[in-house]
């Protein structure tokens, strides 16, 4: 193996990396990577995706940023124009965003649920993990002497704590290549994460080539081990006590799952869509037997992966987002194909890497993110509800009482919360749920956007329409008259609005339903994804490509047809799953939503005759 410093991307020698052995540090700022092979297909640890830099697209590496970073001195978080501090985060969120509960009557919580999954794709859990577990008392004296430590101060007059008596919100900041030791400590800090910064389905085949092999693979029939129980199909568990799952109602509720990844164990909403990937991955592997009888189980097992992944993008580009974002607005700025051909948009000089920005205004998400899960039976009938808050790391909930078909049942009757200037109470006051006393996720999103060092709200606003904003006035069409009000109220100047408070308080964007600034950010990530990924599973020439018959099939894949193929319970669906069923998008039989025809992936020199692992997966699905 030849190894990579983790920030430069350059090659170093084992004398360097024995260095990093001795300060602790290799895991972080070192990439241990095989030789690349150009015909080779995607590994699963991001690494050669890149052929002249082998290590971008591995995990540890850097994001871009689209503004270069502002900070004040010590890369504190910049001041105001006039040298004055911000407003307090708690305050500037419990002025620009109300707390109530109102449902959409357009979107569903499988919409909400697919979007934390895909962000956790790219994110890792450590910087909340570090003031949830390892750093909990930055509220307290010794968070005074921890230079990590960053609490939230909540002012006197808060609507919520005046009352509690409350005054600090735990926080941490980010983890950065110089946090960990990476680089020196007077460079701005750089991010760092432990996920591949590409769109690889990490939840479900994790990060890194070890854990795949032992905790995933089965090696037979291409096939992902799985456990049955009560005749439902789940990833396999932990079998003694496992340290993610805290918050299992022991001894009712023990399952937590065993996968490559604990991103699976921690969220309600990503915990449901990794199982359905988890037995997507078998459905597929065992379609591809069927009709591929000669395969053995690494080539079964490659070509399920790479179709689950091109799946999970088909999904998220082409049904998700144009939702939200509008269907045309996407394809006129050639994020996606009206035809739905091939796309071969790749280009070798921009590196597989994220932007800052991208995962960091995706955090606009939580204001859509309803407090709690209604749980439905097959009928539709409602049953009853459960704060989501409670699902935090508790697996087990899934496995018992039928919970998992009644959460599936309701993931697509139940709206998310409204797109409005509105956040879900659960999220602003006990958003880490039992975990911390109290939270509120809306305040650090904002928090974070300072210790980012994000420029101000208007340079972006140049970056993304080229106009630049000069006044409070200038915010006129961009912004509603009563939230300019609030902002000339609470910021001495326009160019000192925080990036996340003007897409907070941005009007909606023309043909779609989200904030322009929002859509800018997230569509440069969406463009960077398909130039610089060398796998992306619509060109034609990659290694494996697929075919054009192939990739018409992919196109086919709806999250309802995903839910129908491994959704529990589910027979009945409306085909926009994302969106809430009515007279033009009716509740309907499974049998009318369009499935994937496998044939187009038979390999004429097998011959023909029934697939000798098929039956592995099968027996199971018939029996639910
Ligand atoms: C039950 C619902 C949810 C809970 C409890 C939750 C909780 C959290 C917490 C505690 C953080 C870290 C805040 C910090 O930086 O201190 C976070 C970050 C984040 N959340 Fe959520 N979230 C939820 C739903 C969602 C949804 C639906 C999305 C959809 C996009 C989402 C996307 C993100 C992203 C992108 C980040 C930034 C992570 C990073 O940069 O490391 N979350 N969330």
Not at 42 to 49: E, L, P, Q
């Amino acid at each position: 193996a030849l190894f990579y410093d983790s920030y430069s991307g350059t090659e170093i020698t084992r004398e360097d990396v024995k260095k990093h052995d001795k300060a602790n540090t290799t895991f972080w700022c070192v990439n241990e990577i095989e030789p690349c092979n150009s015909t080779e297909g995607r590994r699963v640890d991001g690494s050669c995706n890149n052929l002249k830099h082998p290590s971008r697209g591995a995990t540890h590496t850097p994001f871009v940023r689209l503004l270069p970073a502002v900070f004040d001195k010590n890369f504190e978080p910049r001041k105001s124009s006039s040298g004055n501090d911000l407003p307090l985060a708690r305050y500037l969120r419990t002025r620009l965003i109300s707390v109530g509960k109102v449902p959409s009557t357009i979107f569903t919580m499988l919409a909400v649920h697919y979007f934390v999954f895909m962000s956790a794709d790219v994110l890792s859990l450590h910087d909340t993990v570090n003031y949830i577990q390892w750093k909990p008392y930055c509220c307290t004296e010794k968070g005074k002497t921890d230079h990590m430590c960053v609490p939230n101060k909540i002012p006197e007059d808060d609507p919520v704590h005046r009352f509690s008596g409350i005054r600090c919100l735990n926080m941490t900041r980010p983890e950065s290549f110089q946090s960990i030791g990476c680089v020196k400590n007077n460079t701005v800090p750089d991010r760092i994460v432990s996920s591949t910064p590409l769109l690889d389905l990490s939840v479900i085949y994790g990060n890194l080539l070890p854990p795949l092999l032992q905790k995933a693979r089965l090696f037979t029939g291409g096939l992902v081990k799985t456990e049955i129980e009560e005749g439902r199909i789940w990833p396999p568990s932990y079998k003694t006590q496992a340290n993610v799952c805290f918050l299992n109602q022991r001894p009712k509720e023990t399952r937590c799952h065993q996968m490559p990844e604990d991103g699976s164990n921690t969220l309600a909403g990503i915990n449901l869509v990794a199982i359905w990937f988890w037995r997507y991955h078998n459905f597929i592997a065992t379609e591809l037997a069927k009709v591929n009888p000669c395969w053995e189980d690494d080539k079964l097992f490659e070509t399920a992966r790479d179709i689950n992944i091109a799946v999970s993008l088909q999904i998220y580009y082409y049904e998700l987002l144009p939702v939200f974002f509008g269907f045309d607005n996407m394809a006129e700025d050639g994020v996606i194909d009206r035809v739905g051909g091939f796309r071969d948009l790749y280009n070798e000089t921009i590196l597989p890497q994220l932007s800052l920005e991208y995962p960091f205004v995706l955090r606009w998400v939580h204001n859509i993110q309803d407090g709690t899960l209604k749980l439905h039976d097959e009928e539709g009938q409602y049953l009853r509800q459960f704060p989501i808050m409670n699902l935090t790391m508790r697996t087990g909930f899934l496995a018992v009482d039928n919970n998992i078909d009644y959460l599936t049942q309701g993931s697509f009757r139940q709206g998310s919360a409204k797109i409005d200037y509105i956040a879900d109470p659960e999220v602003t006051e006990r958003g880490l749920g039992p975990h911390q006393k109290v939270s509120d996720i809306v305040t650090n999103d904002l928090s974070k956007n300072r210790y980012f060092g994000f420029q101000p709200y208007v340079n972006y606003r140049q970056f993304c329409f080229n106009k630049r904003i000069k006044s409070f006035d200038d915010l006129h069409g961009i912004i509603d008259e009563e939230r300019i009000e609030v902002l000339r109220e609470m910021y001495e100047r326009v160019e000192d609005i925080d990036l996340l408070a003007g897409i907070w308080t941005e009007k909606p964007m023309r043909g779609g339903f989200v904030p322009p600034t929002f859509y800018c950010l997230v569509i440069d990530q969406l463009k960077r994804n398909m130039y610089s990924d060398r796998h992306w599973y619509e060109r034609p020439n990659r290694p494996n490509a697929f075919t054009f018959p192939q990739l018409a099939q992919i196109r086919k894949v709806t999250i309802a047809r995903m839910l129908c193929d491994v959704g529990d319970t589910v027979k009945r669906i409306q085909p926009h799953a994302f969106l809430k069923a009515g007279f033009k998008n009716p509740i309907g039989d499974c049998k009318h939503i369009m499935s994937m025809d496998f044939s187009t992936w038979k390999d004429d020199s097998c011959g023909a005759g029934g697939g000798s692992f098929a039956h592995l997966f099968e027996q199971v699905v018939e029996k639910r």
